[in-house]
């Protein structure tokens, strides 16, 4: 087993990656709209589509444009549904993104089946492939750094997100919690809602071409959602979520490689190892977490406050 | 400008309809609420009490009328009212402290992109010690008991420093001590001038609570003084054939002689 700066790389895509989905995914965890990633993530593909069919690019541009629009949309149908068609959310959300996704690869079979717009690629991703495409950021007599421009785009992306949710945090946190004292206040929670979508599906699409949609989903739920189970505040929550991701991202890599190694099996990808290590990760904090299952398997009786 | 309705009212509902799926919930519903009163608005379940007070905050579509906050619409004097949601309304698993939550009531204050600051956090703990749980202000809400929750949310309102407060149901399901909080707060605002209005369920304390009060069942079947318009004869018009709690009504009516 030889490390190469391939390896760097393909940690670095990862890990700006992870967080920039953990970031958003943990408001969604708080509104229990968790899978509102999942439905917007395959939802952005016709928007993806018509942005191609209009502008004739694919540049990133048009691309990011076309997915922000197509995940407010998913957000709002998803709402009509609900609320015209009585059906609840979840559901609401199933016939949207499906219905969404459907046209997407239809629009994309019948008018630009020539666009490289891989199917296979879309899922899993290519992020062994990112080292091949780099970007020079800087470069002298001595020294060049050269860096992935997935890591380029997706670290766009990552700061996107970290200036909307430090601008926003109070408004988020309140529209999150009580989105009626935020009506009251005048704080808009419904656009706070479609910003919140705007990010995910932004985001999905910076992660999409370089770390595939499965992974985007995991990133945007799981480090969440460990992070809850290990604490109950919303600061350490999100950095929690920050840790989980970037330890998916590292460890799911670096296991990507030695474990088919050890075992002697065939390669594996590594996408696919950090959503799995993302995974474990959830695993372990249910078991030993503060809240884990061991702890209450203890049998240990909580003292009292009054006698503590 | 509407006779009927002159701006002195904290609040006036001219003719207000609302309805679900074309199922109306309140019908025709016009009311003026007095200056400085401690209003309690009582009916059945489904009468529309709750659904009355989201109308009047723009938080739910109003199919037909309005709403005017001293004669003007409630767009233009936000800053006039504080709005206690019923507690079931929120996730108290939410990771955020008790003065977090509270804090959220200076938000408007603070404005846009702005931090909460000291000066906000030290308001807050205020506020919780008011409602006799400052001790409590860094615990995490869903630590905290069910009559706690709704002092949180008391307190929120209180930083509001409203002139007009919507209460839903702030005595659902609290423990005694919180009731009595509960009440001797909505008496220190209402002795500052404040009007209060409170939806509320407990036919038995109606009497001692309010001094004014609406009856309400989709229609509003009385409204005016406690003392006026709490009778048997509105109660069973309001309540109708739902109320088997006819024994609870004979001992509230009992208890308006004693006050």
Redesign the interface.
Do not use: N, T
């Given at each position: 087993m030889n490390w190469t700066v391939n390896d760097l790389h393909i940690i670095l895509v990862g890990t700006l990656c992870a967080v920039a989905c953990a970031l958003p995914g943990t408001f969604l965890l708080l509104r229990r709209m968790s899978m509102m990633g999942d439905a917007i993530s395959h939802a952005v593909l016709p928007g993806l589509a018509l942005a191609f069919l209009i502008s004739g690019t694919r540049t990133s541009f048009w691309m990011f444009f076309g997915a922000a629009v197509a995940g407010v949309l998913t957000a709002l149908f998803t709402q009509w549904i609900t609320r015209f068609g009585k059906v609840e959310r979840g559901a609401a959300m199933g016939i949207v993104f499906t219905t969404l996704f459907a046209v997407g690869l239809i629009l994309i079979k019948q008018t630009a089946d020539h666009v490289d717009l891989d199917a296979g690629c879309v899922l899993y991703g290519a992020l062994e492939y990112t080292p091949l495409n780099l970007v020079t950021l800087f470069e002298n007599d001595t020294f060049i750094v050269q860096v992935p421009k997935a890591a380029v785009v997706i670290g766009a992306t990552l700061l996107f997100n970290i200036l909307i949710l430090g601008l926003f945090f109070k408004e988020f946190t309140m529209a999150s919690f009580d989105p009626s004292l935020a009506q009251t206040q005048g704080f808009r929670p419904m656009l706070m809602h479609y910003l919140l979508m705007t990010m995910v599906a932004v985001t999905t699409v910076a992660a999409f071409e370089a770390v595939g949609s499965i992974i985007v989903i995991a990133m945007l739920i799981v480090p969440p959602a460990t992070a809850y189970l290990l604490t109950r505040r919303l600061s350490l929550l999100i950095a929690f979520s920050i840790v989980v991701a970037v330890l998916s991202a590292v460890l799911g890599h670096l296991s990507s490689q030695a474990l088919p190694y050890f075992l002697g099996l065939p390669e594996t990808t590594s996408s696919g190892m950090m959503a799995t290590t993302a995974g474990c990760l959830f695993l372990l904090a249910w078991l030993f977490g503060p809240e884990g299952l061991l702890k209450k398997k203890s049998g240990k009786l909580e003292m009292p406050e009054e006698l503590s | 400008m509407r006779p009927e309705h002159p701006p002195e009212f904290p609040l006036a509902v001219h003719d207000l309809t609302v309805a679900y799926?074309r199922k109306p919930v309140l019908w025709d519903v016009d009311l003026n609420i007095p200056e400085g009163s401690l209003t309690g608005i009582v009916g059945p379940n489904g009468a529309g009490k709750s659904t009355l007070l989201?109308a009047c905050?723009?938080?739910i579509p109003k199919t037909s009328g309005e709403a005017l906050v001293y004669g003007k619409s409630y767009e233009e004097q936000?800053d006039l009212?504080a709005?206690v949601?019923q507690r079931e309304?929120?996730?108290w698993?939410?990771?955020?402290?008790a003065r977090?939550?509270v804090a959220?009531?200076t938000?408007?204050k603070?404005g846009?992109?702005k931090?909460?600051g000291a000066a906000q956090k030290k308001q807050a703990l205020e506020a919780l010690e008011q409602v006799g749980i400052g001790h409590l202000a860094d615990r995490?809400i869903?630590q905290l008991s069910g009559g706690q929750q709704q002092r949180v949310f008391l307190a929120?309102a209180l930083v509001q420093d409203a002139q007009i407060y919507f209460m839903d149901e702030p005595f659902a399901a609290v423990d005694a001590a919180t009731e009595q909080a509960i009440i001797e707060l909505l008496q220190s605002l209402n002795a500052r001038g404040k009007t209060v209005l409170c939806v509320h369920h407990d036919l038995a304390t109606v009497s001692r609570y309010f001094d004014h009060l609406v009856l309400l069942n989709m229609r509003v079947v009385a409204s005016g003084p406690t003392a006026e318009a709490f009778t048997r004869e509105n109660l069973q018009k309001t309540y109708g054939g739902k109320l088997n709690l006819l024994d609870d009504v004979a001992q509230a009516l009992k208890n308006v002689g004693r006050h």
């Open positions: - | 799926h989201k905050l723009d938080l936000r009212i709005y949601p309304s929120v996730d698993d939410f990771p955020i402290s977090d939550v959220m009531g938000y408007r603070i846009w992109f931090r909460v995490q869903a929120r």
